[in-house]
């Protein structure tokens, strides 16, 4: 079984900055894809930025220029840099990985959410 225990987030004004924390735990043997989605009242959940093992990652058009995900292998962490916060980035933000965990096969696994508000 794998939990995902994820932080950072909270209340900023538009403009701000937040740090998003996801860490993995439990009988992980490898992640391969580590990804944050969002959700704004009313909206589906949307991607917002993935990495997979070796590094290379990709974002949301929206996005783009303002985030920037980073993950610690040996931590089993994946991190959201999140600057310009604009009011439209409100939403609950959730880790979601891929990975191979005893004696599970290659499973994707989610948070339980993490709530970002900008203020304008």
């Known amino acids: 079984q794998v939990q995902l225990v994820e932080s950072g987030g909270g209340l900023v004004q538009a403009g701000g900055s937040l740090r998003l924390s996801c860490a993995a735990s439990?009988?992980?043997?490898?992640?391969?894809?580590m990804a944050w989605y969002r959700q704004a009242p009313g909206k589906q959940r949307e991607l917002v930025a993935a990495?997979?093992?070796?590094?290379?990652?990709n974002y949301a058009d929206s996005v783009k220029g303002r985030f920037t995900i980073s993950r610690d292998n040996a931590k089993n962490t994946v991190y959201l840099q999140m600057n310009s916060l604009k009011p439209e980035d409100t939403g609950v933000y959730y880790c979601k990985i891929q990975a191979l965990a005893i004696p599970e096969p290659l499973v994707w696994y989610w948070g339980q959410g993490t709530q970002v508000t900008v203020s304008s």
């Open positions: 990495i997979i093992s070796g590094g290379s990652s």
């Open positions: 439990g009988s992980i043997f490898s992640i391969n894809v």
